[in-house]
């Protein structure tokens, strides 16, 4: 019940739109909705509710949430996963899913009342007037298809052009989504396009129709860094051409480039919303104080990212008649009153500093009223957020000589489908000393993960040696290399994948202390605990099955795993890519405690910049195979030398902290 | 976990109630099989003589429910030597290295090219006619498919992350192969097993039809359609009751069989075996 009076509550705060009526409500459906300055929202959303029949009983994934969006206008919606931002978009073109229904105070396109549309309605509206745009371009092309058919299908679904134009209109859509060769594009299949080509065939497919609103959901997860940039700039012309944007991200980085105004989701509602310099300059919500505090960046080096240590932060639960606020459980300013009362919108002033008075929200209104409104659903805005914890000291003392892995002039090429061989990784030499970390940054397909495959000892190189404490690691026969095996050590992007599925965490942590059996590992379960307290978790999941795990966690039983044997070198593949930035940040600091208490070595493999510059004290720049630099992290990453790593640089998308501290 | 379906139930309850009288047919039919009474002889279904009696006067009620026990002992054996067989060849294929792995499947490969029945017939013909003979035979001729099957989820699994990461730890080939490859393969080939139980039932009875089966006078359905369809103009019961049996116990089987498919469908690799 609270959740309505919210919404009541809601409405004397006027936003850019929710003020003006909707008087377009008789604007024809057919066509496409001009672009036109103060014409009131697009998309109207009041009070939406979605709700799942779950075996456990009804789950509200989105519980009340309100905004409009206007033409060439973005609005963000932030997140980390299951927080409901993803249903949200959904709801808009009728696909939340099996299982799901939705309930709203209002939810309209351009004056259409989008409840309670029939499926056959639906599907004049999605491609038509709603473009939709999702993460996984792979998956959401039909495999045996040609990306033009692909496009020209959903030409002749709307029956936009004629028959014989599809094709070349294809083309002319992929011209416009920036495809190079555009016409040679139109005859490949998705396979044979790369992450970033795939992702903008996507969008030129969800640009056919001619859309007024097209939602993004994810549109840069998978991509690297330059492909993210141009995928954004491409986002950015759509937008300027007057087409209404709600992109979907759980990166507030990449959100910060594109959008307007953001609204930051927690366990189904809105916590916050303003716009985005606001938001990022003055969060008031402390979750997404949280967030912004946990993006891993130059200014949080040496300091701790996540706001605590241990594992307990699960997905929030969402029984639908919870009392309080969600996010009191994980509020490091949590009071009596946010368990009990769900806290009401809190107008915030844009200036910082001086806040509005508790007593009168509605006071400030009017002052706000102008710009876009930003509010935040918390009874403790003007709570001073606890300053970050220093965590343990970056650039010790390191004993130079004491090298543990040399790699020497390595070479490794790979028979591509065309018989030819391609090199995947070119003369690579570094060093690895004890007690340091050294990332490895390049963007797919550089060879970083080859490389540590080489450092791991599952590849052999064609050339060159991988040398281990001065002794011959690599071409060495397999019985040769076991005993010396537990040295070196992986943590893998995907945890889940390199669990056995039929293992549970004692057992699975066990295996890499050679006791891989049930009674085995029961019997060193002493150990396991140990070594499961090292990472932050407890006893309590040893009984559990890889499936029954948190992303996180699962990454910290993977972390457990690879220290059991006592390493003296740790291999990252992408170890946090897979993870929330909330997730990511208590990872990260797991990293840090583990690397100051065992002074292991560590090789770090990242596409990410910031997690690179906050996790590393080297950094090796790869490209195309080849290291293009290497050297100090703060010197490599302030002073680029090297071309390469300076485009790399200026590709991300960052929160930048001389604009925004 | 899905609902079960009515069918399912029923073809459970069937499987079960032929398994039981394979355990324990003095339960289910008091009259003793083997009991010749020459006044009683091709008699047609009554009140005493439920399925009718043979032309020697026997109980063929009696004859079926002891019958299973062959039938049953024949598929069940012959899937369990199958089993084992294409474990081994399928995991030794999988694991010791392309020669091997190249001899092990061409000799799979001509294996596969002859008719199952053939194979069969030649291995008895080897062997001599028995029950277990039976059960050979039928095993060995099934055995390729399963060690193309378990090759290939070997090849597969090995793949995963969890081999890649033992292999991390230390773990030789043998520990990595005999630790995670062959249980991870295994979920799936059970229900293979289950459904080709079946087929072994069929396969076993063709064989003793033909007389290749267990010795006379032992209670048997392919032995017992052999001998039926000599006095059909004279006695129906006597060849439909034992075929009924066959069929029945075959296609309840494969719904069971299929049924657990489905449930394990998507599960791979692993599942909560």
Redesign the interface.
């Known amino acids: 019940m609270a959740r309505s009076e919210r919404t009541a509550t809601a409405s004397p705060l006027p936003t850019a739109g929710r003020a003006l009526p909707t008087a377009d409500g008789a604007q024809p459906s057919a066509g496409r909705v001009q672009p036109t300055a103060g014409a009131g929202p697009l998309i109207t959303v009041e009070d939406l509710r979605v709700t799942f029949a779950t075996r456990g009983g009804p789950l509200a994934a989105v519980r009340g949430v309100s905004f409009t969006l206007s033409p060439g206008e973005c609005l963000a919606i932030v997140g980390e996963s299951g927080s409901g931002k993803s249903v949200t978009a959904r709801a808009l073109v009728g696909l939340v899913g099996a299982g799901g229904s939705v309930s709203a105070g209002r939810l309209e396109l351009a004056g259409q009342d989008l409840r309670d549309l029939r499926e056959r309605d639906w599907r004049r509206i999605r491609g038509r007037r709603v473009g939709l745009v999702l993460q996984d371009a792979l998956s959401s092309l039909d495999p045996v298809r040609t990306v033009g058919a692909e496009i020209a299908e959903t030409l002749g679904n709307h029956r936009l052009v004629p028959r014989a134009a599809r094709a070349a209109r294809a083309v002319e859509l992929l011209a416009e989504a920036r495809v190079p060769e555009p016409a040679v594009r139109a005859r490949q299949r998705p396979y044979e396009l790369s992450g970033g080509l795939r992702q903008r065939a996507l969008i030129a497919s969800a640009l056919a129709g001619q859309p007024s609103v097209l939602v993004a959901d994810e549109p840069t997860t998978a991509l690297d860094v330059s492909v993210q940039a141009q995928i954004l700039d491409l986002l950015a012309a759509r937008k300027a051409d007057g087409e209404a944007l709600l992109l979907i991200s759980h990166d507030l980085a990449v959100v910060s480039r594109l959008a307007d105004r953001v609204a930051v989701m927690y366990a189904g509602a809105l916590v916050e919303e303003g716009s985005v310099e606001d938001l990022l300059r003055s969060p008031r919500h402390p979750y997404t104080r949280e967030l912004l505090a946990a993006i891993p960046s130059a200014h949080a080096r040496g300091t701790r990212l996540a706001i605590r240590r241990d594992a307990a932060t699960g997905p929030a639960v969402t029984a639908p008649d919870a009392a309080g606020c969600r996010y009191a459980a994980r509020c490091p300013l949590v009071q009596a009153r946010c368990r009990s009362a769900e806290p009401e919108p809190v107008a915030v002033e844009a200036e910082v500093g001086s806040r509005p008075d508790k007593a009168g929200p509605r006071d400030t209104a009017a002052a706000v009223a102008v710009a876009v409104a930003h509010r935040a659903w918390c009874w403790r805005t003007d709570e001073p957020w606890p300053a970050p914890q220093a965590g343990p000291a970056r650039g010790r003392v390191r004993r130079a000589d004491d090298v543990v892995i040399e790699v020497d002039t390595v070479w490794k090429s790979f028979r591509g489908p065309d018989g030819s061989r391609r090199p995947a990784v070119r003369g690579v030499s570094f060093e690895l000393r004890a007690g340091e970390t050294v990332g490895l940054l390049g963007e797919s397909g550089s060879g970083k993960s080859t490389t540590a495959e080489i450092v791991?000892?599952?590849l052999e190189p064609d050339d060159g040696a991988v040398r281990l404490h001065g002794r011959p690691w690599s071409r060495l026969p397999?019985a040769a290399r076991?005993?010396d095996?537990?040295r070196?050590?992986?943590v893998?992007q995907?945890p889940l994948?390199?669990?056995?599925?039929?293992y549970t965490v004692e057992r699975i942590v066990g295996?890499?202390l050679?006791a891989?059996g049930r009674r085995a590992a029961a019997r060193r379960r002493d150990r396991i605990v140990e070594l499961l307290g090292l990472v932050g978790l407890g006893a309590e999941v040893l009984p559990r099955?890889a499936t029954q795990l948190s992303g996180g966690q699962r990454q910290r039983v993977a972390i457990a795993?690879a220290l059991a044997?006592e390493p003296e070198v740790l291999v990252c593949d992408e170890p946090v890519s897979a993870l929330d930035v909330s997730i990511q940040a208590q990872i990260l600091d797991v990293f840090a405690d583990v690397q100051d208490t065992l002074g292991v070595a560590m090789l770090f493999i990242s596409h990410d910049l910031g997690v690179i510059y906050h996790a590393c004290d080297r950094v090796l720049v790869m490209r195309d195979g080849e290291l293009v630099e290497q050297g100090d992290v703060e010197q490599v990453l302030r002073a680029p030398a090297h071309d390469y790593t300076r485009a790399l640089l200026a590709a991300v998308p960052r929160l930048d902290t001389a604009t925004f501290a | 976990m899905r609902r079960i379906g009515p069918g399912v139930a029923i073809s459970a309850l069937l499987v079960a109630l032929v398994g039981l009288a394979a355990i324990w047919p003095g339960l289910l039919a008091r009259a003793d099989p083997n009991a010749v009474e020459p006044v009683d002889a091709l008699l047609g279904p009554s009140g005493a003589h439920w399925f009718g009696t043979d032309q020697l006067g026997r109980d063929v009620y009696s004859r079926v429910v002891h019958g299973a026990r062959v039938s049953l002992f024949i598929g069940v054996g012959a899937t369990a030597i199958a089993l084992l067989l294409g474990c081994l060849v399928g995991m030794l294929a999988a694991a010791c290295g392309r020669l091997v792995d190249e001899i092990l499947m061409q000799i799979t490969d001509v294996l596969l090219s002859f008719p199952g029945l053939l194979l069969s017939l030649l291995v008895v013909a080897v062997l001599g006619p028995s029950s277990t003979n039976a059960a050979i035979a039928i095993g060995l001729s099934s055995a390729p498919g399963f060690a193309r099957l378990v090759r290939g989820e070997a090849l597969v699994i090995r793949q995963a992350g969890y081999v890649r990461t033992a292999v991390t730890f230390g773990a030789g080939r043998a520990r990595v192969h005999l630790r995670h490859v062959l249980p991870n393969a295994f979920a799936p080939l059970l229900v293979l097993a289950l459904l080709s139980v079946g087929a072994a039932v069929i396969a076993g009875s063709s064989l003793s039809f033909l007389g290749l089966g267990p010795r006379v006078p032992t209670a048997e359905w392919g032995s017992m359609l052999a001998q039926g369809k000599d006095f059909l103009t004279i006695s129906w019961a006597m060849a439909v009751f034992p075929g009924l049996a066959i069929t029945v116990t075959v296609i309840a089987i494969n719904i069971v069989g299929r049924d657990l498919q489905r449930r394990f469908e998507g599960r791979h690799p692993g599942g909560t075996f």
């Open positions: 791991l000892g599952l397999e076991r005993p095996r537990h070196i050590q992986l893998p995907d994948g390199s669990f056995d599925p039929r295996e890499a050679s891989p099955r795993r044997p």
